[in-house]
Every structure is written in C-alpha cells, then in structure tokens.
C-alpha cells in the first residue's frame, strides 16, 4: 500500500469519524428538549432570586417541577409540564427548577430533593409534595381541584362573578374564627358529597371554599381582602 493510499485511508476514517459526531450531537438535541435548539419554554424558570416570591410571597397556588436535563424521565415529563403552563388558570403557577444549574442547585438542596422529576405543590404558602399519576388528565384535574382559585378577591376582585363577590363580601366581615369554621364545613360536604352532587354545585362548593382561605390568609396577615364595594348586609340570604 503506497503513502497516497494509506493518506487516503486516513482522511476517509477522519471524515467517518466526524461524521458520527454530527449525528450524535443532532440526536441528542433532537431528544433533549432543554438545548439550545428547543422552543421558548412557557414554563416560568425559578431561580434563587424569584423562588421564595413566587412559591411563598405571590399569593397564588402552583405547582414546581425539580428536574435535571439529562433524565429521562424529566425529559418525558416537559411536553406534558409545557402543556399545563399554556393552560394554566391565572390564579395559579406552573413552574420549573433546574437542579442541575449551579445557581438552583441550593434550593434542591434545601428542598431535599433527591429524584427527578419531583413535583411539589404550593397552597396558601404551604408546599406538599405531590404523588399521583403524571398523566396529563390526571394533572388537570388535580390542578382544577386543588390549585385553583377561580375567584381570589384579595388580588383582583373584578375577576369573580357578581355571586362570588357577593359571597366574599359577606364573608370578608366574618370573625377569622367563623371562617375558619366554614371553610371546614365546606370541605366536609365535598368529601361527603363526591359521588352524589352535580358538578356545577361541586364547583361553587370549591369556589366558596377557596375564597374563604384566601380571606383567612389576608386576616392573619392583618390584610383587608375586598378591592372595592359594599359589605353585604349581615341579615342577607346565605348563598
């Protein structure tokens, strides 16, 4: 074999060789939906600066997912998590952390997460950690079910109905006591009442209740909930 040959040889394994690397790097990108390549994320992205004022400070519910871009199981999970973001209900957040980002790996760490993905929950500034099905159905629901608020008169009252601001109204003079007491009795009924009452009084049930631990939240902190309106008289029909 001349030098021109085995010259040649060389170059053609060398071209191979690069070759292989262009298709691996290509898959990779293609499978990994954090590299550069990817769509804007709707997801909002916490890091040490935002963290703490979104989970605990906002006055909303959500939900935040603990990952690391190079599980496949977080990577199998973002279509899912990208898709509650853009259906998200204003009332609450969906949002990531990325553990393996130097500048996030503390709060991991300070939330003791050790698996990825982890999803943990946020309700009135308390966090739990979330253990059902990952399917999007099953994520719906319990988003719809316990997250939330679909009237929160403490950020914008001009977001509920006519009978909820009515509701919250009357329910805003009320002893923290009181409804603290109503906000369990509520609970109680939907428990109760899982299988035998129609979804439209289930969800004013829900509704009710939630408009009730938001103005127990605001009357601990000392905070006057109603945006603007009369108080309902106290002598009113209850609704």
């Not at 605990?56 to 977080?74: A, D, I, T």
């Not at 601001?165 to 509520?186: F, G, H, S």
């Not at 609970?187 to 969800?203: C, F, H, I, P, V």
Request: aromatic share 10%.
């Amino acid at each position: 074999m001349t030098k021109l040959h085995i010259r040649s040889f060389f170059i053609f394994m060398l071209f191979g060789i690069l070759a292989l690397i262009t298709t691996a790097v290509a898959v990779i990108e293609k499978e990994n939906p954090w590299s550069s390549a990817a769509s804007t994320d709707p997801v909002l992205h916490l890091t040490a600066s935002n963290y703490e004022s979104t989970v605990f400070h906002s006055g909303k519910n959500g939900m935040v997912k603990f990952y690391q871009s190079w599980c496949g199981h977080s990577i199998r999970l973002k279509p899912t998590w990208d898709q509650l973001a853009e259906e998200a209900h204003p009332s609450i957040f969906i949002a990531n952390v990325d553990c393996g980002a130097s500048a996030e790996n503390a709060i991991c760490r300070s939330s003791f997460i050790t698996t990825y993905p982890t999803l943990r929950y946020f309700v009135n500034r308390t966090e739990h950690d979330y253990t059902g099905s990952l399917s999007i159905d099953a994520l719906r629901e319990f988003i719809a079910s316990t997250l939330v608020v679909s009237c929160n008169p403490f950020l914008d009252a001009t977001n509920c109905s006519d009978r909820a601001k009515k509701y919250a109204m009357k329910w805003n003079d009320k002893d923290v006591t009181k409804v603290a007491e109503e906000i369990k009795r509520l609970g109680k009924m939907m428990e109760e009442s899982e299988s035998s009452t129609a979804a439209e009084l289930r969800s004013w049930m829900r509704e009710r209740r939630d408009i009730l631990k938001v103005i127990n939240e605001a009357k601990l902190l000392g905070s006057n909930v109603i945006k603007g309106g009369k108080q309902q008289d106290e002598n009113s029909d209850e609704l």
